[in-house]
C-alpha cells in the first residue's frame, strides 16, 4: 500500500487551529498522547459532548435556518434575495469567528468560552423568533456565526484532544457527526414545532423549538464536558508559506466547494416548498441532509486506501455535483430528497479531506495553510447564497443558481482529478 493511501499521522496542527471548518476526519497521535493516554472511562463521555455541542453550534446555530426558511419567507415576506443576504451574515460571523479564535487570547480558558458560545446560541436561535426585519435577522445570524465558530474551535479543541492522547480513531468521527445528527433532529423540530404550539406563526415556533433543544444540549455538554483540558496552543514558529501547484489548485478548489455546496445547503428546502413538494418532503429531504452527513466522514474513509485522500476528494466533489443536478432535473418527490441524501454524503467528507491534504502539501507551514484555507472557503460561502438569491428572484426558481453551483463543483473535480500525477507525489513528501 502507497504512502498515499493512507490517512496522515505524522503531521499535527493546533487543535485550536483544527477545528476551524468542521475538518479533520482522522488525527495525528502525537508523541505526548503515546506518553499520556487519556483515561478511556471518561472518553465515551466526552466524545457523546463533544458529538452534543456540534448538534447545537453547527446543527442548530448554523444550520437550522435551511428548513426554517420557507416558514420565515412566508411569515415575514422575505425575498430570495432577502434570504441570501441573512444567510451570508451567518457565513460572514462564522469566518470572523474563525479568525478571532485563531489569536492566542482564549489560551486557558477554552471549556469556559466554549459553553458560552454555545448558551449564546440558544439566546440567538430565541432572539430570531420575535423579530422580523430584514437588518435585525441579519445582525442575529452574524453573531450566530460568531457563536458556532467559537464553540466549534474551543470545544473541538478539548474534545479531539482527549481522543488524541487515548489514540481513538472514533472520537473524531462521533464529534463531527454530531453535526449531522443536529441537522437531523432540527429537521424534526421544524416538522413538529407547528403541531405543538398556535399561539406563535409557524417560523416563530420553529426558533423557539430549536431554542429550547439548544439549551438542554447545552447542559448536557457542560455536565460531560472535561474539567483542566488545556488545549494545544502550538507555540512554535512557522517558515512562510511556498505556493506550489499541488497547494494553489487545492486552495482553489475548496474556495469554489464552499461557493457550490453551500447553494444548496441554503436553500435545499426553499426548493421543495416551492416545488410543491408538500411539508412531509421538505422534512424528509433535510433529516436525509443530516442522517448521511452523520455518517459520511466515517464511511468515505474506507474509500481512501483505493482512492488516496485526493482522489476521494475529487470523487466527492463529482457526486456533489450530480447530486445537485438530480436535484433540479428528477420529478417530485424524489428531486429534494435525492438532493438532500447526496448533499448530506459529500459536504462533510469534502471539508474535512481537503484541509487535511491541504496541511501535508505545506509541511512547514500547515497552521497558515489551514488558515488561508478556511478563509477561502468562507469567501465561497459568503458569495454563494447572494449570487443563488439574485438570480432566483430574476429567474423565478433556484435551478439557474442550483445548475451554477453544479458547474463550479464538476470542474474542481475535474480539476483535482487531472492534478492527482502532480498531487499525489507531493503527498507522500
Known sequence: MSTRHKLPDRDHVPLKQAGAGLHEARHPVSKESRAHPAPSGNLAATAVAGAIAMAVAMGFGRFSYTPILPAMMADAGLSPRDAGLI?????????????????????????????????????????????????????????????????????????????????????????????????????????AAPLASASFSTSQADWFTGALVALVGTGVVAALLPRGHLAASGGEREGPLTWTRPLTIMTLTYGFFGFGYVIT??????????????????????????????????????????????????????????????????????????????????????TAYGLQIGRRLAPESPRRALALMTAVFGIGQIVGPLVAGWLAERTGDFTLPTLVAAGVLFCCGSVVVLELRKINPALDR
Do not use: Q
Not at 426553499?270 to 410543491?276: K, L, N, Q, T
Open 87 to 191: 444567510a451570508s451574515a451567518n457565513f460572514v460571523g462564522y469566518l470572523a469567528g474563525a479568525i478571532l479564535a485563531a489569536y492566542g487570547w482564549a489560551h486557558g480558558r477554552e471549556r469556559r468560552i466554549g459553553l458560552a458560545a454555545l448558551a449564546a446560541t440558544t439566546l440567538l436561535l430565541a432572539a430570531m423568533g420575535v423579530m422580523s426585519s430584514v437588518l435585525a435577522y441579519s445582525v442575529i445570524r452574524f453573531l450566530a456565526g460568531v457563536a458556532s465558530a467559537f464553540a466549534m474551535i474551543f470545544i473541538s479543541g478539548i474534545v479531539l484532544g482527549e481522543g488524541l492522547r487515548a489514540r481513538s480513531e472514533h472520537v473524531p468521527s462521533v464529534h463531527f457527526g454530531g453535526v449531522g445528527l443536529g441537522i437531523a433532529l432540527s429537521s424534526i423540530c421544524v416538522w
Open 265 to 350: 445547503a441554503t436553500f435545499l428546502v426553499a426548493m421543495a416548498r416551492d416545488a410543491s413538494g408538500g411539508h412531509s418532503v421538505e422534512f424528509l429531504a433535510w433529516l436525509l441532509t443530516g442522517a448521511s452527513a452523520a455518517v459520511s466522514v466515517y464511511l468515505w474513509r474506507f474509500a481512501v486506501p483505493r482512492f488516496g485522500l485526493a482522489g476521494v476528494y475529487a470523487i466527492g466533489l463529482l457526486v456533489e455535483a450530480a447530486g445537485l443536478v438530480l436535484t433540479v432535473s428528477l420529478p417530485l418527490p424524489f428531486a429534494p430528497l435525492v438532493g438532500g441524501l447526496m448533499l448530506g454524503a459529500t459536504f462533510m467528507m469534502i
